[in-house]
């Protein structure tokens, strides 16, 4: 898939096959969250694979908007410094590792946001280190529509020249 298909087609996936993801694919996704840039080349993030399932089943216990997270055959366990950037710079990794996935047909979607200490201890996260998100992947249970998203129209999100003024 070219870049803006995958982009074009790409949805929150919360339902997963039990089909294991090969190690070398999760290599790829770990890679294209490490070569990421971040600013200041900072790369203030930290990257905990599970496959366990019972941890899993205990990550989704502590996510309370990611139930679906104990189906996964894996997730990634996204951690962050408290740096000013680091939001930023962790949200364009995960963006990265989500978006290479997809394109190899492989689902995921963003669960939870800082401030999930209960994972810290779970994992031995340091208590200087937040958990930005955790992110389950696992081939999509059902065919999502592909591209039937529910979005702004362009018209209300974008302007020509200055802000409000007609896209043309
Ligand atoms: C910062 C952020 C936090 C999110 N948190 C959750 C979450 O905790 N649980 C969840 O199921 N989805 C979560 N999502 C996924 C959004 O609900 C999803 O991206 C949005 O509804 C669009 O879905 P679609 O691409 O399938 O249309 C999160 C997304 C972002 C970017």
Redesign the pocket.
């Known amino acids: 898939m070219d870049v803006f298909e995958t982009v074009n087609t ?3 996936v ?1 339902a997963f096959q039990s089909t294991p993801i090969s190690s070398e694919q999760i290599k790829r996704i770990l890679e294209s969250g490490r070569l990421t840039g971040s600013g200041s080349n900072q790369q203030p993030w930290h990257f905990i694979v599970v496959d366990d399932p019972p941890e899993l089943a205990k990550l989704a216990e502590l ?1 309370k ?2 139930p679906y997270i104990a189906q996964a055959p894996v997730a990634i366990v996204v951690v962050v410094d408290r740096t000013a950037l680091a939001v930023s710079d962790g ?1 364009r990794a995960i963006q990265s590792m989500i978006l290479t996935a997809w394109s190899e047909g492989i689902g995921s ?5 800082v401030g999930m200490k209960g994972v810290n201890e779970l994992l031995n996260i340091p208590e200087n280190l937040d958990v930005l ?1 955790i992110l389950p992947f696992g081939y999509p249970v059902k065919e999502l529509g592909q591209g039937k ?2 979005r702004k129209a362009l018209a209300e999100v974008a302007s020509h020249g200055k802000y409000g003024m007609h896209l043309g």
Do not use: D, P, Q
């Open positions: 790409i949805l929150a919360r996510a908007s990611g949200s979607n963003w669960v939870g946001y998100a998203k529910k």
